[in-house]
């Protein structure tokens, strides 16, 4: 049995983790901290308490000390959230705070005996780890876009409005530069991804056309990025960002787990490889064995 | 100003071996340093004047004591080697508890830098620890950092875009990994590593019992370890250029629609 959940989302619902925490609770409530704007999303998706965050400071370390007061005073049990670059800081902080056990960007929970068994890929090769937790809080932050986000049918939430207020006043925010070139990979439905075998800067041109069509957006592998065929914010995998559209085209991919790690979450993958033993299409659900330029020439014709 | 910048050994091959409790074998694996603690260390050095000290900390096994002294040749003034056998099999609290009990024996840092995260275990979580341990701000993700008037600049890399702000110092700041390339040991420094000695600090001088570091001082446990990478799917493979991309056509009209 478990005692409730605390899903932290300051910054912005991630509607598949609370998914998961409500499955999870088995009839346990579960709290959600939103973002006042997205209280009735919280509701719709299976929360029992909503707390409806306004004045949420831009920087997390002002947030550490009035969520430990509300996870105390809720005794709440386990603690998950988002692994997103602000939440991967503020939920250590907040795990020493508590002196609890923190599992760092799970990919997989499940529920026994009361604990919370945490999966996660580690030592950045071939091996996934599951974690327990042993401290009395079990807490873990959980990779975007792993759950699938269902809604709730029980509808019937508590929302309760809360100011944080008294921020860190150490912290100044002088300039935020949100000038990101195309939409961000984690919401473009269609990705199409580029590693090393692209062989170029002019190859990834191609795929830029590709996506322009179909509406999606580019990404690439480490080994494309590092190779300097495509910028550091294309990158999808354990170093880069993670992501989960609804169609992923791997091309010219070999498929690194550290790759995967970024990935493996989307709805359908597609793999292009020339060669058909690359692992990429062990975890793709269709894998074309061909010249990528190739395919790629004839996608572009077709869809014109 | 005294700037501390923590580093981490990882294994430099992708292979690496655990033991029956499913800990790093560091004994045997070659190590490097951690591609993100350079970047730290090179932007300690960066912003290092005369009258400031950057002293070099990790935490791992007895072998890293030459590892250490090259980073003397490199620049940093002081190098400290915080090894125990009590301290093996951390987890990051474990860790942190650590790493903060020798920063406070070390006396009082203006700036601690970090990597924001190690190629082997990839938490990213230890920075914000330390920093919450000594009770100091942490600011993750920066690709680049700057000192003025006691206060720190950092822009920070988060999903949406680069955010720049300022805080005073004491605070931490964990670097990515891409953003400053640490520099080679010249001769000099070479000369002047070699008039240093590498400070060891174990569990008797930082006070810590056995109960607090290391496995039993850990609030996580590794229960198993799978070498496959999950969510198989062994789709199709088509080798007919014609088919293969009609049918990639029909799955994208699907999802674009």
Redesign the interface.
């Known amino acids: 049995m478990i005692s409730d959940i605390c899903v932290l989302c300051p910054y912005g619902l991630d509607a598949g983790l609370l998914t998961k925490a409500v499955a999870l609770a088995n009839g346990a409530p579960v709290r959600a901290f939103v973002p006042k704007v997205e209280a009735d999303t919280a509701a719709t998706f299976g929360a029992t308490y909503v707390h409806a965050l306004t004045n949420v400071p831009?920087?997390e370390?002002s947030l550490?000390t009035w969520l430990k007061e509300k996870i105390s005073q809720y005794g709440c049990r386990i603690v998950l959230a988002p692994a997103?670059?602000?939440l991967?800081?503020?939920?250590?902080?907040l795990?020493?705070?508590l002196?609890?056990?923190?599992?760092?960007?799970c990919?997989?929970l499940t529920e026994k005996d009361g604990s919370i068994?945490q999966?996660r890929?580690?030592?950045?090769?071939?091996?996934?780890?599951?974690?327990?937790?042993?401290?009395a809080v079990q807490m873990a932050t959980v990779r975007p876009g792993t759950f699938p986000a269902l809604p709730c049918p029980c509808d019937n939430a508590q929302v309760t409005e809360e100011i944080i207020a008294a921020p860190?006043g150490?912290?100044?925010?002088?300039?935020?530069?949100?000038?990101?070139e195309a939409a961000?990979l984690?919401h473009a439905?269609?990705i199409i991804a580029g590693g090393a075998g692209i062989g170029s800067r002019e190859g990834f041109e191609k795929l830029e056309a590709i996506a322009k069509k179909?509406?999606?957006a580019v990404a690439a592998s480490r080994n494309a990025v590092d190779a300097g065929f495509a910028p550091?914010r294309y990158q999808v995998g354990?170093?880069g960002?993670t992501v989960a559209p609804?169609?992923y085209?791997a091309v010219g991919i070999s498929g690194a787990?550290q790759h995967?790690?970024g990935m493996?979450g989307s709805e359908?993958?597609?793999a292009?490889n020339t060669d058909?033993k690359a692992p990429i299409?062990?975890?793709?659900?269709?894998?074309?064995?061909?010249d990528w330029e190739?395919?790629s020439n004839?996608?572009l014709e077709?869809?014109s | 100003m005294k700037i501390l910048v923590c580093m981490k050994a990882v294994p430099s091959t992708g292979q690496v071996q655990v033991d029956g409790q499913f800990r790093l074998q560091r004994d045997g694996a070659k190590l490097q340093w951690n591609i993100a603690d350079e970047a730290a260390l090179e932007a300690a050095l960066t912003l290092k004047s005369a009258e400031d000290t950057v002293t070099v900390l990790t935490m791992g096994p007895a072998k890293l004591e030459d590892p250490l002294r090259e980073l003397l040749a490199r620049g940093a003034d002081r190098a400290i080697l915080v090894s125990d056998p009590a301290f093996a099999g951390a987890d990051t609290v474990a860790t942190a508890g650590t790493i903060a009990k020798a920063a406070e024996f070390l006396g009082d840092f203006d700036l601690i830098l970090c990597g924001r995260r190690a190629i082997d275990g990839e938490t990213g979580q230890t920075p914000a620890m330390v920093a919450a341990a000594l009770g100091i701000p942490c600011i993750s993700n920066a690709e680049s950092v700057q000192l003025q008037n006691g206060a720190v600049f950092v822009a920070r890399r988060l999903e949406s875009g680069t955010v720049l702000l300022s805080v005073p110092c004491p605070v931490c700041v964990s670097m990515c990994e891409y953003t400053y390339t640490l520099r080679l040991p010249g001769i000099m420094g070479m000369r002047r590593a070699k008039s240093k000695t590498v400070e060891l600090l174990d569990s008797a001088a930082l006070g810590l019992s056995p109960q607090s570091c290391g496995l039993k001082g850990s609030l996580t446990k590794v229960i198993s370890m799978d070498s496959k990478f999950p969510g198989l799917r062994n789709g199709p493979k088509e080798t007919d250029l014609n088919a293969g991309t009609d049918a990639l056509l029909a799955m994208l009209q699907e999802v674009v629609k």
Do not use: C, H
């Open positions: 831009r920087d370390n550490v997103s670059i602000q991967r800081n503020l939920m250590p902080m795990a020493w705070e002196q609890s056990g923190l599992t760092a960007d990919t997989d068994l999966t890929p580690a030592f950045g090769n071939s091996l996934v780890a599951t974690i327990k937790t042993l401290s860190d150490r912290i100044t925010v002088i300039a935020t530069e949100t000038g990101m961000p984690n439905r269609v179909l509406g999606g550091y354990m170093t960002v609804k169609l085209i787990v995967l790690a493996s359908k993958i597609i292009i058909p299409f062990d975890y793709a659900d269709y894998g074309i064995v061909a190739t395919v004839k996608l077709e869809l």
